[in-house]
C-alpha cells in the first residue's frame, strides 16, 4: 500500500471509528481472526501430507510402502524437499506456540509498597479492568501493562510494569493518574484485543524471519497474503489503539481528575527531554574529561529530576506542544491529550505544574526506594565502566585530530574531505550545533559537491530548521545516486511535523525505491543456467589468493567466474563462481560438502553465489568459459 493510501485510509478509518465504535471493533476483530485463520490453515494444510501418508497406510499398505520406496530412489530430490517441508512446518508451530517472555524489574511485594497496591486495586474495579498479576519496578522512565498469554496463544495474564525514574518525577497524585491510564489500557475489550493483536503479528513476524533465513522457499505460501492483510491490519489497529489511548486519558482524568493528569503529561514531556539533553550530556562530558568511571549515576539521574528551570522547562513545553500528532505514533500529542482531558485550550502556554511536596517513589515506597537505588546504581556502574575507559581514550584521539585540523583549517586549506571529518568527528564530541558553522565552509568552498549540502542538509533537518531540505535537493541534483538517502532524510522530517502533503512527493520515491530494491533482492536469491552472463569483476587479489585458499581440495578441476545479468540495480553486480569437479574418484568428497568448503574458503563478500557444475550447467558452462578471462583457476597439471 502505497504511503498516501495509507494516509488516506487511516483519515476515512478515524472517522469511521468515532461514528460506529462497536462496528469498527467488530471489523479490527474479525481482521485478527483472520490473520490466525490463515496462520493456522497454513499448519492444516501441512499436516495434509502426512494424514494422507497414515491413511494410505491404513487402507492401502503395500501401495504406499512401494510408493515410499520409489522416493527413496530419488533421494537426492526427495531429502533436500522433506528439509523445506519439515523446516516450515516446525518454524510455523513454534512461531505461533512461542512462549512470551516476562517483563523484566524487580517483582514488588504488596508489603512494599501497600498504598500503591490499594490504589491499584481501586482502580482496577473502578475501570472494570483485570487486576495485574504481577506489579514490577526497573529503573526506566516509563510505565506499561503488558497482556500475555499463559500457554501458546491460550490465557492471559496482566504485568504492570512502573519505572522508579518516573515515579520520583512526579507527585503522588500525577503518578496515581499515569497509573490510571495504564490501568484503562486492560478495561473493558482493551487488554484483550492487545494481547491478541500483539500475538498475532508477532506469530507471523517470527515466521517470517525464519523463513528468511532458509531461503524463503515456501514463501508463495504467505507473501501475497501477507502484502495485501498486513497494511489494513496495521491501519486499523492504529486507529483502534489511538481511540483506546483517548479512552485512557478520559479514564484516569475521570478516576483522579483532569489536573493530576494532565500535569502528568507536561511533567513527563519536559523532565524526559531534560535527561536526554542535559543530564546525559553532562556524563558524556565527564567521560570525555576523564578515563575513570563515574560512580552512583542512577542516584544523580533521578536526583536531577526533581530539580526544575523555570525558563528551559517553558521553552521545553512550548516545543513539545507544537509537535502535532501523526501516524507514527498511536499516541495523540501532548496538546491533543490535553485538549481532551479539558486542561488546556488553545492560547496561552498550559499551566506548569508547581513544586510536589514529595514524589511518588517517597510516598509509595518509602521502605524499599533506598534499596531499589543502590540496586539500580550498581547495575548502571557495572554497565557503564565496561566501556567508560575505551570511549574516553576514542575522545582524546579524537580531539588530537579536531585540533589538527582546526589549525589547518584557519589557512583556508582543509579539502572537502577534512572538512566533513571534522564535522563527524566535532558532532560526535560536541553534538550538531557545533559542526554547523564547519559545514557552512565546506559548502561555501565546495558549492559544486553534493557531499557538502547532503550533510549541511541533514544537520539542519537534525536541528528542526527546515531550509535543509532545500540542502538535500541540491545535493541530489549534484549527485542522483544520493536520492534515496536525501528523500528518507526528507520524508522523517516532514513525517515528525505532520507535514503530511509535503512528506508524499518523497514517499512516493521511497515506495518506488523499495519496490526495485524487492525486485533486485529477488533475482539475485539464486543464478540459473538459462540466465545471462557477462565478464567478472573481481578484483586480482581475490583470483591471487584462490590457489592458497582451495589448497588440498583435489577434486576441483577448474573455476569460472562472470556476472550474472541482472535488470534492477545493475550497478551492484551479482558474482556467480562456477566450480567445475574431476570425475568422481574413490574418496572424494560429495558435492554438498565440497560446496561448503569452497563456500567457507571463498568468503570475503566478493561473491555472491558459488554453482557445482552438474550436467545441467554443462552448455552454460560452455559458453561462459568463451568470456575471456572467466578462467579464475585451473588445478595444477589438470
Known amino acids: 500500500m502505497k504511503y498516501d493510501q495509507y494516509v488516506s485510509l487511516i483519515q476515512s478509518l478515524e472517522t469511521f471509528a468515532k461514528t460506529n465504535k462497536r462496528r469498527y471493533e467488530l471489523n479490527v476483530s474479525g481482521l485478527i481472526a483472520l490473520g490466525y485463520g490463515y496462520f493456522i490453515g ?79 486495586r481501586t482502580a482496577c474495579r473502578e475501570l472494570k479492568a483485570k487486576r495485574p498479576k504481577i506489579i514490577l519496578i526497573d529503573d526506566s522512565f516509563n510505565a506499561s501493562v503488558a497482556t500475555l498469554p499463559r500457554v501458546g496463544i491460550f490465557g492471559q495474564k496482566v504485568i504492570m510494569l512502573l519505572g522508579l525514574p518516573l515515579m520520583k518525577a512526579l507527585s503522588a497524585d500525577q503518578f496515581k493518574a499515569v497509573v490510571a491510564h495504564e490501568i484503562g489500557h486492560i478495561s473493558g475489550k482493551h487488554g484483550s484485543f492487545a494481547k491478541w493483536a500483539y500475538q498475532m503479528r508477532e506469530a507471523w513476524g517470527r515466521l517470517i524471519e525464519s523463513q528468511e533465513t532458509m531461503g524463503n522457499k515456501l514463501g508463495f505460501l504467505y507473501e501475497k497474503f501477507v502484502g495485501r492483510f498486513f497494511p489494513y491490519f496495521t491501519a486499523y489497529s492504529f486507529v483502534l489503539m489511538r ?22 503529561l507536561i511533567l513527563l514531556s519536559i523532565k524526559g527531554r531534560s535527561v536526554e539533553e542535559d543530564f546525559w550530556r ?33 521553552a521545553s513545553l512550548q516545543k513539545a506542544i507544537e509537535v502535532p500528532t501523526d501516524f507514527n505514533d498511536s499516541h495523540p500529542s501532548l496538546a491533543d491529550r490535553l485538549r481532551l482531558i479539558g486542561y488546556w485550550t ?46 574516553h581514550t ?31 568527528l566535532t558532532a560526535e564530541k560536541d553534538g550538531f550545533e557545533a559542526v554547523v558553522p564547519i559545514l557552512e565552509e565546506a559548502v561555501d568552498r565546495f558549492p559544486n559537491e553534493a557531499v557538502a549540502w547532503f550533510n549541511r542538509g541533514g544537520v539542519r533537518l537534525s536541528l528542526g530548521d527546515g531550509s535543509g531540505l532545500a540542502d538535500l535537493e541540491k545535493a541530489v541534483e549534484l549527485d542522483p545516486t544520493a536520492k534515496a538517502e536525501a528523500y528518507q532524510m526528507a520524508f522523517d522530517y516532514l513525517r515528525s511535523r505532520g507535514e503530511l502533503e509535503n512528506a508524499k512527493k518523497y514517499a512516493s520515491y521511497l515506495e518506488e525505491q523499495d519496490e526495485i530494491f524487492k525486485k533486485a533482492r529477488a533475482e539475485r536469491q539464486a543464478a540459473q543456467p538459462n540466465d545471462s552472463y557477462k565478464p567478472h569483476d573481481l578484483s586480482n587479489e581475490f583470483i591471487e589468493m584462490i590457489p592458497k585458499k582451495l589448497a588440498g581440495m583435489d577434486e576441483i578441476k577448474a573455476i569460472y567466474a562472470a556476472n ?52 545441467s550447467w554443462r552448455e552454460t558452462l560452455d559458453m561462459i568459459s568463451q568470456i575471456p578471462g572467466s578462467k579464475i583457476y585451473e588445478k595444477p597439471g589438470s
Open 42 to 120: 497454513l499448519i492444516c494444510l501441512l499436516f495434509v501430507p502426512l494424514l494422507a501418508l497414515i491413511l494410505g497406510f491404513w487402507f492401502e499398505p503395500g501401495r504406499t510402502f512401494d510408493n515410499l520406496l520409489n522416493m527413496v530412489k530419488l533421494w537426492w530430490l526427495v531429502g533436500p524437499a522433506l528439509g523445506v517441508y519439515f523446516g516450515f512446518l516446525g518454524s510455523a508451530i513454534s512461531s505461533i506456540t512461542a512462549k512470551v517472555p516476562d517483563p523484566a524489574g524487580r517483582i514488588l511485594k504488596q508489603s512494599d509498597a501497600p498504598e500503591l497496591f490499594e490504589f491499584v
Open 243 to 264: 481511540e483506546h489511548e483517548k479512552e485512557a486519558d478520559r479514564e484516569a482524568a475521570r478516576l483522579v481528575g483532569e489536573k493530576a493528569l494532565g500535569e502528568s
Open 282 to 314: 553532562t556524563i558524556h562530558e565527564e567521560n570525555i574529561a576523564g578515563d575513570v568511571p563515574v560512580k552512583q549515576v542512577f542516584s544523580r539521574m533521578i536526583g536531577s529530576l526533581s530539580f526544575v528551570d523555570p525558563v528551559r522547562s517553558k
Open 346 to 391: 488553545d492560547g496561552d502556554l498550559p499551566k506548569m505544574p508547581g513544586p510536589a511536596e514529595a514524589d511518588a517513589a517517597s510516598v509509595f515506597l518509602s521502605s524499599i526506594a533506598a534499596s531499589l537505588t543502590s540496586e539500580f546504581d550498581t547495575a548502571w556502574d557495572e554497565h557503564l565502566a565496561t566501556s567508560w575507559a575505551d570511549r
Open 394 to 424: 576514542h575522545f582524546q584521539q579524537s580531539q588530537q585530530r579536531v585540533d589538527e585540523l582546526a589549525s589547518k583549517r584557519l589557512s583556508g586549506s582543509l579539502t572537502l574531505e577534512e572538512l566533513i571529518e571534522a564535522a563527524a
Open 564 to 615: 550474472k545479468v541482472v535488470r534492477y540495480m545493475p550497478e551492484h553486480p551479482f558474482r556467480v563462481v562456477f566450480v567445475e569437479l574431476r570425475p568422481k574418484q574413490k574418496g572424494d568428497a560429495d558435492t554438498a560438502t565440497i560446496m561448503g568448503i569452497v563456500n567457507k574458503r571463498l568468503d570475503t563478500g566478493e561473491v555472491h553465489f558459488v554453482v557445482i557444475v552438474d550436467n
